[in-house]
């Protein structure tokens, strides 16, 4: 079940969740994807919205069509990256046809309406970030590379620099993704996350020589740092690999698991 700040939607066939408080932001869009609503295999009517070797190109641009509808958003406002798993954000400003979305990095940031950013996951955690004043808005995806990299703090930093966000202001919505229960990492980890982010790793219960990371309360500990504060941080608390029903996990299905999109763009006009 998803935490209190968010909710499950449906929308033309589409399943997604959204968190409360970007909800109530006016003119402004926002989900994350689930695997169910869309038209590609395995087994069927998976919402897989990134290229992967197992889907086809149309398959693909049919799940985008349909997804951005069930948010009345447009595909052609869609900006993406190569993602890295890297600290790196780039900024947008202008048309979606002028961004390339071969670009490397792990978090977009932008001002202008009709820009839809999205991140591509499956087990990764995508964050979400907006501020309802100087209305910039960020999309980040960070697994343990990047969490250890501060790609969220980085982002965050690049909101208050660039576009004068107050932190105060901030509100940041941390999607679904693979939680303590299940992000097994080896012991050569340990040291560095013990380091970076004191407390977020423990030794595995059962698999000798493993530790078990926390990379929401890492991500959470970041925004803290960064001074946003704690009640203006949304954790969904859903496990992509204990809800592989739900979500698609890399972890869980492997080479076959799909990819779902985390988005969120200020909508042009009425209803875009
Ligand atoms: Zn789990």
Redesign the pocket.
């Known amino acids: 079940m998803p935490e209190d700040g968010f909710q499950r939607c449906e929308k033309q066939g589409i399943a997604y969740y959204t968190c409360r408080a970007l909800d109530q932001v006016p003119g402004l869009s926002h989900a994350f994807s689930t695997r169910h609503g869309g038209v590609s295999p395995l087994p069927d009517k998976a919402l897989n919205l990134s290229r992967v070797s197992w889907d086809s190109p149309q398959n693909v641009e049919e799940n985008r069509r349909r997804f951005f509808s069930a948010l009345a958003l447009r595909p052609e406002t869609l900006a993406t990256l190569c993602q890295i798993h890297s600290s790196e954000f780039h900024i947008i400003n202008g048309a979606p046809h002028q961004w390339n979305p071969g670009t490397p990095g792990d978090a977009l940031i932008t001002r202008s309406p009709g820009l839809a950013l999205a991140v591509q996951l499956a087990d990764c955690f995508p964050i979400l970030a907006a501020d309802p004043v100087t209305r910039a808005i960020a999309c980040v995806h960070a697994g343990w590379r990047g969490t250890l990299g501060g790609i969220l703090p980085n982002t965050l930093s690049g909101m208050v620099q660039h576009f004068g966000c107050d932190p105060l202001r901030l509100l940041v919505a941390i999607g679904p993704g693979?939680?303590s229960?299940?992000m097994e990492v080896g012991e050569e980890l340990a040291p560095a996350f013990k380091q970076a982010c004191p407390g977020i790793s423990r030794p595995h219960p059962a698999n000798l020589g493993k530790y078990l990371l926390d990379l929401p309360q890492a991500l959470k500990l970041q925004a803290a740092a960064a001074g946003i504060p704690e009640k203006s941080v949304f954790d969904l608390g859903m496990?992509t690999?204990?809800r592989s029903d739900e979500f698609f996990s890399y972890r869980a299905e492997g080479a076959h698991a799909g990819r779902m999109m985390a988005v969120i763009s200020w909508v042009l006009g009425d209803g875009c």
Request: aromatic content about 0%.
């Open positions: 693979i939680r229960c299940c496990c690999r204990c």
